[in-house]
């Protein structure tokens, strides 16, 4: 089964820049585009005279003429839609289970503020099994063309990091742009040393040759299947939020890894996904992983 590119809109402004987004994707990555729009009966003054169907036809109406524009710009591709009537998180989650990716729409107000993440989406990344873009309403596409790297976060040991390095790399292949691999350290607490841990950053040459090789590692194996993707690799202490966003302008897509456990809390998103999401002014990526 191919696997669509599947984009959630709601009529809003950057819900249809995540559809417009997901459209190039799908375009690129020759992949259809599977657009999902859910709701449910509102019984509000408003719509006091209209009955569930006359309201289903308006929800039916309205995707169409979100999804219109794409099919314009892009005949090319195959596009369905589906609308679903239930619980947005839970249909979103639904649709993002039989997909490539999902794109959704984040507001936000300005590069200092950053998106304003609703439950919603919330919810959807901290439940989905599959990548998870979120795309503000004045992205456009000229910001994939200027140049600008795809971005990717690299944390941990190389098999924590492989399903988060194996999309950066589809997606610089797919849109022949540069790979900027980021890999933030900082400085171990005292408890943290050990014999053994000594010995290694010993025969590395020290902490940040150290975290070199790692990077390096983690990237060999991508390097080796994608020999078309430039990648630069950047190693620099801090955390990995904020390495991550200083280089943010450089960015046509930021891709970072979530681990896709449950805590007695529930899922989360993690506090790097979270940061960047909140900050970054380009599409962000977040990868489910083991």
Do not use: N
């Amino acid at each position: 089964m191919t696997r669509p590119i599947t984009a959630g809109v709601d009529g809003t402004e950057e819900s249809l820049a995540a559809l417009a987004w997901a459209a190039r994707e799908a375009v690129r990555r020759d992949r259809p585009l599977h657009v999902v729009h859910a709701w449910h009966p509102q019984h509000h003054e408003a719509t006091a005279a209209a009955d569930r169907d006359t309201q289903q036809g308006w929800v039916r109406d309205a995707t169409a003429r979100a999804v219109r524009p794409v099919t314009e710009r892009h005949p090319e591709l195959t596009v369905t839609t589906d609308v679903v009537e239930g619980h947005a998180a839970e249909a979103l989650l639904a649709a993002a289970a039989d997909a490539e990716l999902l794109a959704l729409g984040s507001r936000g107000h300005g590069p200092v503020v950053g998106f304003l993440l609703g439950s919603v989406g919330q919810q959807v990344i901290a439940g989905a099994r599959r990548p998870v873009v979120l795309v503000r309403a004045g992205d456009r596409a000229a910001a994939e063309a200027a140049g600008r790297d795809v971005v990717v976060g690299q944390q941990g040991d190389p098999e924590d990091s492989a399903a988060t390095l194996r999309f950066a790399f589809e997606t610089a292949a797919a849109r022949r742009a540069g790979l900027l691999a980021v890999r933030a350290w900082t400085l171990p607490p005292v408890f943290a040393y050990s014999p053994g841990s000594m010995k290694l950053l010993d025969d590395a040459g020290g902490l940040e040759p150290y975290e070199k090789e790692a990077l390096a590692e983690a990237l060999r194996p991508w390097r080796e299947r994608f020999p078309g993707v430039p990648v630069t690799e950047h190693i620099e202490m801090g955390s990995a939020g904020q390495v991550l966003l200083s280089v943010a302008e450089r960015a046509q897509l930021m891709i970072v890894g979530r681990r896709a456990h449950r805590t007695a809390v529930g899922a989360r998103i993690g506090s790097v996904a979270h940061g960047v999401l909140h900050h970054a002014p380009c599409p962000v990526a977040v990868v489910p992983h083991d």
